[in-house]
């Protein structure tokens, strides 16, 4: 099973957007605070939301529909 994480922040709507598309899934994810690590804020400061495939290294940047998070998963 691949392993979802949302990558956000704190604050941040679009954020809550996204999760709240995940939640509507059903899908499980893991929720990931980008400060907590340098070289993802780094990565995706001004990408975010992004919902990341551990498994197979591929990204869904925001913004993101249902639609896109099943095709994605």
Request: aromatic share 8%; charged share 20%.
């Amino acid at each position: 099973m691949n392993k979802l994480l949302l990558l956000s922040t704190s604050a941040c709507h679009l954020c809550e957007q996204a999760e709240s598309l995940l939640l509507q899934l059903n899908i499980a994810y893991q929720k990931i605070d980008i400060a907590e690590q340098d070289q993802w804020q780094e990565r995706y400061a001004i990408k975010i939301p992004v919902l990341l495939n551990t498994q197979e290294q591929r990204e869904l940047c925001w913004p993101f529909s249902t639609e896109d998070i099943q095709t994605f998963v």
